[in-house]
């Protein structure tokens, strides 16, 4: 027990588990969209594309925060706007869009008077042991709204993102749908900046869903089992990280790896090795024992 | 009554669909046909205004369509779906009725019962709980139909319905546009089959990029509209 308790007599330490459990549930509901929707590599666009907002951000005496908000849903724009307009295909624009937003970043922090204080390095890699009061409270917030606009939007995000062609034929208002995920993956990733940064927070938004995925059969299962793998991930990577001395961003992330790979290979449904012949084939190669 | 004027789309420098003309009345199960290319998704998909077309207007009971597309079910292509989404039968059926729900509502008890009455319609009540993804291409094209049927809408639209699907679920969804039919509904069904099933149709419409020919099916089905639609000679299955 005295385990457990150890780490939480640190407040950095609490802070850091309360920061990994909210974005652990948040990064969940709002990575099930992006794997239902197959756009989770535009998740990993926006997520580097919120580093050209910062500079400006400081540059216009903004909280960094909305300077990354507003480049992140910016770079999603840009991209349906290329996508629609000409032949290319949306993996191509993706990797353009991402490379230039995140070069636009790395030249504004050099070039704009007083942004050369953003400490890049920090904003790749994050550190969820530096989470203050302020952080905490951020994050808190940009879950609370994102989980209620879910509650509120769920069926018509159901509708949207499973036939998006079916739903605007039918009248509904899909730029908004599409605005509302980008704004939603985008606060997600200026709520996860501080304690994981924009390499790893993909890792955050996938891999509890993906897990989810194959072990539930409706969308908002997923949402509620990914947000507690989520959250058990964070907790059991914090834990990792004080005792075994390893960075916790990739602590959390490679125990969420491996919960996927428990799923992937176990999953009572979907599993490799509880579904297909895999086993069966094993079982029998192995020689028979002769009566 | 469903009329469609001087509706021309351009794609990335060619015509994709030039000057199209025609009228639906309430009550008639339209065919269209023609050849893969011949701009028969592009002209239903620039009548609801998914795609910008260059001229033309489509109206219903003389108001725009795109301004009443709480009217119209869509049924699209089945490449068009992801089947491995993680939805069940009853809620892919329920999202007919997310528009008449509306924004921050539960579905009432109406909506509950429409959905229901649909998928025993279509014979896959009893599969409600099952996930999308474990029913066969025939199954799932009927909770589409459902679906279209829960929203009680008045133009059905429907492209390629019978694409990999089995006798069984041909034969329901030809006797449900039966029923529509009596209800004054259009519908609109894009397909490829030129077989006996040519004569479910009321009116069958023969594209390429331009109105061959409409009309029922002894005036449209012609070798000469055959050969000017196709450009090659067609063989009609057991026509």
């Known amino acids: 027990m005295n385990i457990l308790l150890e780490p939480l007599g640190f407040e950095f330490m ?56 507003v480049a992140g849903v910016l770079s999603a724009v840009v991209l349906s706007g290329i996508e629609s307009q ?23 922090v050099t070039v704009l008077p007083g942004a050369n204080r953003i400490d890049v390095i920090h904003v790749l890699f994050g550190n969820i042991l530096g989470v203050n009061q302020s952080d905490l409270m951020l994050t808190f917030g940009i879950t609370l709204i994102v989980l209620i606009s879910v509650w509120l939007f769920y069926k018509e995000l159901l509708f949207y993102t499973f036939d998006p062609i079916g739903s605007q034929a039918g009248g509904m208002p899909v730029r908004w749908y599409y605005l509302g995920i980008v704004t939603a993956i985008s606060l997600t990733v ?17 891999a509890p869903g993906m897990t989810a995925y194959l072990l539930v059969k409706e969308l908002h299962q997923m949402m509620i089992l990914g947000g507690c793998l989520g959250a058990f991930a964070s907790i ?56 | 009554m469903l009329l469609v004027q001087n509706l021309s789309v351009n794609y990335r420098g060619f015509t ?47 108001r725009p369509l795109t301004q009443q597309l709480a009217q119209v079910a869509y049924v699209p292509q089945r490449s068009q779906i992801d089947w491995d989404y993680p939805v069940t039968v009853w809620n892919v059926a329920m999202m007919g009725r997310t528009l008449q729900t509306g924004l921050f509502r539960r579905p009432s008890r109406q909506s509950r019962e429409l959905v229901k009455a649909a998928l025993q319609r279509v014979g896959m009540y009893e599969y409600r709980d099952r996930s999308i993804s474990d029913l066969s291409g025939g199954q799932q094209q009927r909770v589409f139909l459902a679906r279209a049927l829960a929203k009680e809408a008045e133009l059905l639209i429907l492209d390629e319905p019978f694409t990999g699907v089995d006798q069984k679920t041909e034969s329901i969804m030809f006797d449900i546009f039966s029923e529509l039919k009596a209800q004054a509904k259009i519908l609109l069904v894009i397909s490829h089959d030129l077989s ?41 299955i057991a026509a």
């Open chain 1, 86 to 108: 000409s032949r290319l295909k949306l993996d191509a624009v993706i990797a353009l869009v991402l490379a230039s937003f995140l070069a636009i970043g790395t030249t504004l």
């Open chain 1, 236 to 291: 059991v990577g914090m834990y990792l990280s004080y005792y075994l001395d390893i960075p916790s961003g990739s602590a959390i992330v490679l125990v969420a790896f491996g919960l996927f790979l428990l799923a992937f290979f176990f999953s009572p449904s979907q599993g490799i090795l509880t579904q297909s012949g895999f086993v069966k084939d094993i079982l029998l190669k192995l020689p028979k024992r002769s009566s």
């Open chain 1, 190 to 206: 200026v709520a996860s900046l501080q304690a994981v940064g924009v390499l790893l927070v993909i890792a955050m938004l996938v």
């Open chain 2, 196 to 236: 006996e099933t040519l004569d479910h149709y009321d009116q069958l419409l023969l594209l390429n990029k331009h109105v061959v020919a409409k009309g029922p099916r002894h005036e449209v089905m012609t070798e000469q509209n055959l050969l000017a639609a196709y450009e090659g000679p067609v063989r009609l």
């Open chain 1, 14 to 69: 609490r802070n850091a588990m309360t920061m990994g459990i909210l974005l652990g549930i948040l990064c969940a509901v709002v990575g099930s969209y992006m794997i239902v929707q197959q756009m989770s590599m535009m998740g990993d666009m926006i997520s580097h594309s919120v580093l050209a907002g910062l500079p400006v951000a400081v540059f216009m005496g903004l909280p960094l925060s909305v300077g990354a908000l």
């Open chain 2, 16 to 62: 994709a669909l030039n000057d199209v003309n025609c009228a639906f009345g309430a009550g008639e199960l339209v065919g269209i046909f023609g050849p893969n290319g011949a701009g028969k998704s592009t002209m239903v998909k620039a009548m609801l205004g998914l795609i910008r077309s260059a001229t033309g207007a489509t109206r219903l009971k003389g």
